[in-house]
Each structure stands twice: as C-alpha cells, then as structure tokens.
C-alpha cells in the first residue's frame, strides 16, 4: 500500500478551471473516478495528467459492482488496470455493493449480508486484485432497506475484509447515516473495526430528509456530528488519511479547502492527544 496521509478532496471536472495550472498545496492528495476519466481525450485528458504529474492521485470507482450476480467485466477491469498505470495510481478502491444485475442499474446496491454473499463478493475481490496488481479498498455503503441475510452489516463487512484479506475504505458519513437510518450505535460499530484495516477514510455531507432519515448526497457541507464521529474514528484507530467527497452543488474552493483543512485540524488534534497518552504512559 502507497504511503498515503494528510487530507485530501475529490477531483471533479468542473473544478479544473479553478485547480489549474497550480494545483493547491493545502491538499496532500486528490481522488477521482477512472469511468469519469477513461473515455476521455484532448483538453481533458491534457488537465487530467497535469493534475496526477503534480500531486498524488488515488482512485474510487463507481461501477465494478463487486457485489453483482452478473460475471465479473474482466475487459472493464482491464482498462482500469490501464488507467492506473498510466497515471502512477496506487489506490484503487471500491463500493461494497452492486450496481448491475442483466444491465446496469445507475444506483448503489446493498448486497444480502449471507455467507454465501460473502464467499461470491471475496471470490470477485481476489480476482480483480489479480487483474489490477493492486489492492482492492473497499468502502462500507449508505442503504435504505435492510437486505435479508444472516449477518449483521457489521459481520458482514468483517467477513468480506478477513475472506479477501483486503482493507477497508471508512467512510464516516455513511456510519453516521446508517446509524440513524437503522438505529444502531455508530461508536460500537467504530470499536469493532479493525485499525490494521482502515486504509483511508472519507468524510462528506448528506441531505436530512427528517430527523430519522438521512440521505447521502455529497451535495452539502459536512455537518457537525459527522466532524464529530471523524474525531472519535481518530480517536479508536488512530490518524488515518482522509479525503472530503463532494459531487454537485460546489462551492467556491475556498470553502471546500476550508473543510480540507478541518480535517487536518481534527487530524492535528488527534494526533496530538495520542501522543499525549503515549508521554503519560512512559513516564508512569
């Protein structure tokens, strides 16, 4: 796994006249989507590799669909595997869901929390991994009904990262809304995670529908107990890089680095808590 920290922003097309030439230092690292990039040529595909020659650049897709009963699209996977060369991508992450059954589905699907979904989603991870040279991240989902199985959401994830031996993508914001949208404790589940696991995080905003249904956008700012369960994410499994998601209604990239740069400050703090602890422990 590339040695990735700090804070980072997804990189959207509409952000390019803004970023460029130079793009800003107060971000340590930017994600984008191949499907969004791949078909692309001329002035784009130019902006693109001015943006990845200069800083970091991790990947997250958007329609491997991992979780899907149709066949693995071996030649889709293979122009992943060619984008992310081509761009020195080292990170490639992913949706632990589907997005296609006999045709595509244009949404992000829950998949059934059974052992045999488990089995079928750790089978179809090893070999993209094999395809990609690379590991695979998952990210934990936002879902709106409770597919029928024999796991919990939590098991479930926790099955599918021992199968896989792969590693997970924590997105904060979509704990926070499941905890509320399927009432159960966003701290416990944060406890039962595996650090060794979390190879980055995100962190975004959501639409509150009402005060017991929150739905993911990434269309606003991030609220305060979304910044709050970052904190305490921090706080459990230590300092892990984490990138702020937003996909419609951008702001002006003055606010999107503020919030960049929040989450260096709750790093920041975090940090120096664990720190803190350590001292007192040495000299007890």
């Known amino acids: 796994m590339m040695n990735l920290h700090g804070a980072g922003l997804g990189l959207r097309r509409e952000m390019l006249p803004s970023l460029l030439p130079n793009l800003p230092s107060e971000v340590d690292f930017w994600e984008l989507a191949p499907e969004n990039w791949i078909p ?8 693109l590799r001015d943006c990845t020659s200069q800083a970091t650049t991790i990947a997250h897709g958007l329609s491997l669909s991992i979780g ?3 066949p693995l699209d071996i ?3 293979k122009a992943v595997k060619t984008f992310l060369d081509d761009h020195n991508i080292q990170l490639y992450s992913e949706h632990l869901s589907y997005c296609s059954s006999e045709g595509h589905l244009y949404d992000l699907l829950p998949i059934p929390f059974t052992e045999e979904a488990v089995q079928h989603v750790v089978d179809r991870i090893k070999r993209v991994q094999d395809i990609i040279e690379r590991p695979l991240v998952l990210e934990n989902v936002s879902y709106y009904y409770q597919p029928h199985g024999q796991l919990t959401e939590l098991e479930f ?3 599918v990262l021992d199968g896989a031996d792969c590693q997970l993508l924590l997105d904060v914001n979509n704990l926070y809304v499941n905890s509320i949208n399927h009432k159960y404790d966003a701290a416990q589940f944060l406890q039962a995670l595996p650090s060794s696991r979390i190879a980055l995080g995100h962190i975004a905003g959501h639409f509150d529908e009402s005060e017991a249904l929150k739905i993911d956008t990434h269309g606003d700012a991030v609220c305060e107990p979304v910044w709050s369960l970052l904190a305490q994410a921090y706080a459990v499994h230590g300092v892990f890089p984490t990138l702020l998601e937003r996909d419609f209604n951008l702001p002006p990239m003055a606010e999107l680095l503020g919030e960049v740069s929040r989450i260096k400050d709750i790093q920041e703090t975090a ?3 664990q720190a803190s602890k350590r001292g007192e422990g040495k000299s007890a």
């Open 40 to 47: 692309m040529g001329g002035k784009f595909a130019r902006q």
């Open 157 to 159: 994830i926790l099955a």
């Open 271 to 273: 940090a120096f808590h």
């Open 75 to 77: 030649q889709f996977v």
């Open 68 to 70: 899907s009963p149709d």
